[in-house]
C-alpha cells in the first residue's frame, strides 16, 4: 500500500532561518514524489518534483530511497514561503497511477 | 478565469436533498480527478477519469456519482448524504493520466451537509 507520512502539523520559523518540511513514504516499488504547496486563498498547486531535480523559489528535495524520505528544504526562510505544505506519491511501474497526499504541514515563517 | 474551475464554491444541503458539483476545464487535458479533503485527513483520491473513461473508484460510497460527459467537464453528483461528508471536494485534471505531468487543482467546492 502506498502511504505518505508528514509527521508535523505545523512548523514555525524565524524568517531567514533554514526550514525543512519532512516527509516519509511507504511504497515496495519505484515512487514518483512531490510537493504541493497551497498559499492563502489559493489553489494547490505543484512546488516540484523529484524527477526533475530543480530548486523551485529555493526550495529542493532530495529522494532519499534508503530511509523512504523526500524532506522539502530551504536555507533561508522567506515571509512569502507561510502556506501550507503536502508531500505527494505515485506508484505504478508506468508511473501512471494517482497522487496519494500526505495530510499538510502548515509552515508559518515569522518576521 | 484560466485553469480549472469549480462550481459552486460553497454548498450547504440537507441529508435528503440532491445537488451536483461542477469542474470544467479548457486546458486540453485528458484526466481529471476529484478528491476529498476532510480536516485532520490527507487528500482522498475518489474519483479518476481519463479520456472520459472511468479507471479509478476508490471504494467512495454510491452517494457519489460522478459523470463525465467530455474531456473538459466532470461533475459529481450527491444525493442523500451524510453530515460526515461535509469536506472540501477538489477537482484536479493533468494532460495525461502519468504523473510526470503534474496535476492542475481547482479552487474547491466546500461542502457543509445539515
Known amino acids: 500500500a502506498q502511504r505518505v507520512t508528514q509527521p508535523e502539523k505545523l512548523l514555525s520559523v524565524f524568517k531567514g532561518a533554514p526550514v525543512e518540511l519532512k516527509c516519509n513514504y511507504s511504497?515496495?516499488?519505484?515512487?514518483?514524489l512531490f510537493w504541493y504547496v497551497q498559499y492563502s486563498r489559493q489553489r494547490l498547486q505543484l512546488l516540484l518534483r523529484?524527477?526533475s531535480r530543480e530548486s523551485i523559489k529555493g526550495f529542493t528535495a532530495d529522494l532519499n530511497k534508503g530511509e523512504t524520505s523526500f524532506h522539502l528544504k530551504k536555507p533561508f526562510a522567506q515571509e512569502e514561503d507561510s502556506a501550507m505544505y503536502y508531500c505527494a506519491l505515485s506508484g505504478g511501474n508506468s508511473g501512471n497511477t494517482p497522487l496519494v497526499f500526505g495530510k499538510g504541514t502548515r509552515l508559518s515563517v515569522i518576521a | 478565469e484560466t485553469g480549472v474551475t469549480q462550481t459552486p464554491r460553497h454548498l450547504v444541503m440537507g441529508m435528503t436533498n440532491k445537488k451536483s458539483l461542477k469542474c470544467e476545464q479548457h486546458l486540453g487535458h485528458n484526466a481529471m480527478y476529484w478528491y476529498k479533503q476532510s480536516a485532520k485527513k490527507p487528500l482522498e483520491l475518489m474519483f479518476v477519469?481519463?479520456?472520459?473513461?472511468?479507471?479509478e473508484n476508490n471504494s467512495v460510497p454510491s452517494r457519489f456519482s460522478p459523470e463525465c460527459p467530455n474531456s473538459s467537464h466532470l461533475f459529481l453528483h450527491l444525493h442523500t448524504l451524510q453530515p460526515e461528508d461535509s469536506a472540501l471536494y477538489l477537482c484536479a485534471s493533468s494532460q495525461e493520466l502519468g504523473l510526470r505531468y503534474g496535476y492542475t487543482f481547482g479552487s474547491g467546492t466546500r461542502l457543509t451537509v445539515v
Open positions: 477519469y481519463s479520456l472520459e473513461e472511468r479507471v
Open positions: 523529484h524527477i
Open positions: 511504497y515496495s516499488g519505484s515512487p514518483e
